[in-house]
């Protein structure tokens, strides 16, 4: 079965660091997310991309966050300098061409634990 | 109002009981709907798709009512295994969580 993966599975950081959290999509597929999870709260959207583009980004993804798709196959997630409340898991999605009922396409990577210090 | 609402639960039944969750959305526009299950940290995982007819699989069976704007998931015969949160998620251009119920099954 295809899946989406995600590195590092734990990060931690201290205050101010840049990191960089990254994912495999499944290869075939073209839309792509980043959710977060506060430990205990609801998963929460962060940003879309499609077509090497942002296509919606929530009030959350602020200037500190960027995303990129580098090389056609990396999608990756940047925190310029991290805060405490960044700590969170960090899961990256991708979806395939299929319309959205073809719910065999929808895949979420394991996450990244990121903590700051 | 929440874009997709959750009973808070937590819900904690002894093994073999039946328990229902029930969720509700807002937007009308609102396109597909599924229910996803999440481990204790870990990623949510694609439990079932949730039909106006209504579908069945196995031990769960999920119904929507799209007059109502409300999804269920219903969960007969519950095993041990069983205890997880469960996410509620609607699409509407993308995908939108509810907070998630949490189960714990007991012996």
């Known amino acids: 079965e295809p899946e989406v993966t995600q590195t590092p599975s734990h990060q931690v950081t201290q205050m101010g660091q840049e990191v960089i959290l990254r994912c495999v999509p499944i290869s075939n597929h073209l839309y792509f997310y980043w959710y977060r999870q506060i430990l205990g709260q609801k998963v929460e959207f962060l940003v879309s991309f499609y077509n090497n583009e942002i296509s919606e980004k929530s009030e959350i993804f602020d200037d500190q966050f960027s995303v990129e798709r580098p090389d056609g196959s990396n999608f990756t997630l940047k925190i310029r300098s991290t805060k405490l409340e960044d700590s969170a898991m960090y899961f990256c999605?991708?979806?395939?061409?299929?319309?959205?009922?073809?719910?065999?396409?929808?895949?979420f990577g394991p996450g990244t634990r990121l903590t700051v210090t | 109002r929440k874009e997709v609402e959750q009973d808070p639960g937590p819900f904690n039944v002894p093994e073999g009981a039946t328990v229902a969750f029930n969720c509700t959305y807002s937007?009308?526009?609102?396109?597909?709907f599924f229910w996803y299950r999440q481990d204790c940290r870990k990623e949510p995982k694609l439990l079932m798709s949730?039909?106006?007819s209504g579908n069945e699989d196995g031990r769960f069976t999920a119904q929507l009512n799209r007059a109502s704007q409300y999804i269920s998931l219903l969960i007969r015969d519950s095993k041990l295994s069983d205890s997880a949160t469960y996410l509620c998620?609607?699409?509407?251009?993308?995908?939108?969580f509810g907070a998630g119920t949490r189960l714990t099954v007991k012996p």
């Open positions: 999605a991708s979806i395939g061409q299929g319309d959205w009922g073809a719910v065999s396409e929808q895949y």
């Open positions: 998620v609607v699409i509407l251009g993308r995908m939108r």
């Open positions: 949730v039909y106006s």
């Open positions: 937007n009308s526009a609102s396109q597909s």
